[in-house]
Structure formats: C-alpha cells, structure tokens
C-alpha cells in the first residue's frame, strides 16, 4: 500500500465510514446464521472491523499525523522572533526589579543602606555626588548627625602611661590580643607585624615596642605637593611607615601637599593651618609618650611634643572610648590609626577596604580593634585612598582608590619606625 499523504486522501480519511466499506465489501454473500459464506467454497469466518479498519488505515493515520506536525512547525524566523520576545521580556523584568529594589534601597523604610551610603560618600574626596544626587541637604545632615563620633573632651594624660614597663615573661595572657602582642617576633625584636581580619575588612597592626623609635615624616615638598609613601620611606631610610594626618583637598582635587592643622617634626613646626573637624593634634613628646588634645602650636611645643600630625576623631582617651553613634558618620572604607599602651607599646593600624568582599571599616570596628590590642590612648588618622602601610620600601596592604584601582595616592605626612 502507497503510505504517501496528500491532500486528496486527507479529504477521503475525513469522510470515511468503516461501517459502509464492509458492508459493501460483502454484500454480494450469503450469510449463514450471521456469518458471510464466500461462494460456499471458503468456510465461513467472522469479521472483526475494528481490527480491520486498525490495520488497513493505521498507516495512513500515521502519515496524516505527521503532515499535521510539519504543517504546524512555525518558520525559522518565527522562531527567532520568539527567542527575540523573550529575551527582551527577561530583561524588562530584571531592569524593573532592579529598579525598584535600588528605589527601594535609597527610599525604603529601612535607613541602614541609606545611612551608609551617606555617611560613607559623604567621607571621600570624589565621590560625595553619589549621597548629593540622591538626597537632599536636609536629608545627608541629618543623616551625618546620627551617625558622630562624641568625643570625651579629655587631653591624655602622659603621667598614666608608663613607658618600658612590658611584661613579656606573662605565665598567662588576660586574652588571645593580649597574647599576639606580647609574644615578640623571634627574627624582629624591634616590631612584630599582626594581620588582621573581621567582618568586612582585614589588614595589619604593628605593634612597635620602643616608642622612641617613632617619628613623623613628611612630603619633600611639604606646603607645595604631597609624595607617595613608599617615596617618602625611602628617602627617609625608614623600616615602616603609615600615612598621617588630612591635607587640604579644595574641589577635591589636590596633589596633597598642603597639610591640615599642625604638623611638627623633630620638634620644629612645619606647618600650622586651622583647623575645626574633630580630633585635634596626635603626637609624641619627647619622653615617648603619645598625646592627643586640641591646642595650638606654641602649647604643644611647651608641653614637649616633638612630633605631631593633626587629624581625627579621637578613638579613646585616657582609656575612655569615645560614643560612637550609629557608624560614625565616616562610613565604610580603608582606615588607618594609632596609638599607644599602657606599657608605651605604640600600635600602628591599617585596614584595607572598597572591594565586594572586604569593604572596609567604620569608627566602631576601629575603636573595638584599638581596645582589644589595649590602646590606651588611640585616634582615626586619614583614610580611604591614602591608607597605606610600608615595610623595608614595599607597600604591603592593597590600597583601592575611588575608581576601583588599586592604587594609593600622594600625601603630605605619615608616622615611620626608624
């Protein structure tokens, strides 16, 4: 039997009657006793028509069911068309969720992403248009004045800190902080390089045990155009090196060589600029003794500071830790701070920051990682692009920029361990 289908039989499938073509087929018989007898001379025999109509037209059927799933088949280019829609819908989608978990985000009754935003944008040197774009005045202060760092108003008190008086023979350590600083390096008896990793950050903490080994260094060109610290190191001979105090940034676009507030170095002043943020001027006297407070160059000098940088907030001060409101107010970011023990250990700190993974750190996380390694005495020194930390004239942290790349920038001044 010819399986092809066509048109022609498909008309004739249509309007077929099994019922008729068997009836047709055997009319010219007799039947004996309900059964057809062929001529008599075949025996007589019963008909299944189901079973008959099954095979006879089961290939045509076939056939037929297949024209049907060609003729159905949508054109290439439909096809296309119809990949084409649904990758658009799908990106609809994604770009409105988007949209509407970024609205969401920015305006949305949970303040924790909008504080952080603010606070953290509001604290660099480029970027502040991603908290002005979004919001108004109004709104970014009264952000930043839930999130402040109140400071106690005390200036140290060099009497309470007793310089050379480490135990390192301790038989047990009050915690594992404890442990990791008075556990000296066997190849470096001078400082001992402590990594540091919590939520969201990680970095490095020195912790140099002879604080008159300390001084402040500063651009070549101090007053005109910052250095990179790693030149700055260099040319100074130092061991470490971590970058100081602000320097003044107008339109956001300085070569940082001008410093903020008071810089004294070796005991002579080198700069001395106003200044109103908080915080004041951080330094050493020449007993070795670190000191924070806010006074002017001239009282400085009489109380004996012989090197000093001026920067903020103060952290912890006579071994109160200031009231962190909210995050601080300075955000998330790289951070860089110092200060000193008890014992007169100095502790040097720098945090990395500004990748997905490790973000970076607020004025909390500082001020706890300050107290755990015994700061009595500690304040937030410049952040962000300028933190940086030096050994033997390599940087050793991995600075970010604003833009992403991982690159520190010019400075006017740091701390170095000579």
Not at 195 to 217: E, F, M, W
Not at 305 to 312: E, K, L, Y
């Amino acid at each position: 039997m010819d399986n092809r289908y066509n048109e022609e039989n498909h008309d004739y499938l249509e309007n077929f009657n099994t019922q008729s073509y068997v009836d047709n087929t055997f009319s010219n018989n007799r039947v004996i006793d309900g059964e057809y007898d062929f001529d008599r001379t075949m025996p007589a025999i019963d008909i299944d028509k189901e079973k008959m109509e099954e095979e006879i037209f089961a290939p045509m059927n076939n056939n037929r069911r297949r024209y049907r799933s060609v003729k159905k088949s949508p054109h290439p280019k439909e096809k296309v068309k119809s990949k084409k829609k649904i990758i658009i819908t799908v990106i609809v989608a994604f770009f409105s969720l988007g949209m509407g978990s970024g609205l969401f985000l920015l305006y949305g009754p949970w303040s924790g992403f909008r504080e952080w935003l603010i606070t953290t944008a509001m604290t660099t040197l480029n970027h502040q248009y991603l908290a002005t774009w979004f919001y108004s005045d109004e709104t970014i202060q009264k952000v930043l004045n839930k999130n402040i760092v109140i400071e106690s108003g005390e200036e140290t008190n060099p009497n309470l800190v007793h310089v050379g008086d480490i135990n390192f023979n301790v038989s047990s350590y009050a915690n594992k902080y404890e442990k990791e600083i008075l556990t000296k390096d066997p190849n470096n008896d001078l400082y001992k390089l402590i990594s540091i990793k919590g939520q969201g950050y990680k970095g490095y903490l020195i912790a140099l045990y002879d604080p008159s080994r300390i001084s402040v260094i500063s651009s070549a060109n101090v007053g005109v155009s910052g250095q990179y610290l790693v030149t700055m190191a260099k040319n100074n001979n130092a061991k470490v090196a971590i970058n100081g105090g602000g320097f003044v940034d107008p339109n956001y676009n300085s070569n940082g060589g001008i410093p903020q507030g008071i810089v004294i170095q070796n005991g002579k002043v080198i700069s001395n600029r106003s200044y109103s943020r908080t915080g004041g001027l951080i330094g050493f006297t020449k007993e070795n003794k670190f000191i924070l407070g806010r006074m002017s160059a001239t009282q400085a000098l009489k109380m004996g500071v012989r090197d000093a940088v001026t920067f903020g907030p103060f952290l912890i001060v006579n071994g109160k830790k200031s009231f962190i409101r909210g995050n601080g107010g300075w955000g998330t970011a790289p951070r860089t701070a110092i200060g000193q023990r008890k014992d007169g250990i100095v502790l040097m700190l720098v945090i990395d920051g500004r990748t997905l993974k490790y973000p970076g750190a607020d004025m909390v996380d500082l001020a706890e990682i300050m107290d755990n390694y015994g700061a009595y005495n500690a304040a937030n020194l410049d952040g962000g692009t300028s933190s940086a930390l030096v050994i033997n004239n390599k940087l050793i942290n991995d600075p970010v920029d604003g833009a992403g790349n991982h690159e520190t920038r010019a400075i006017a001044t740091g701390f170095m361990i000579k």
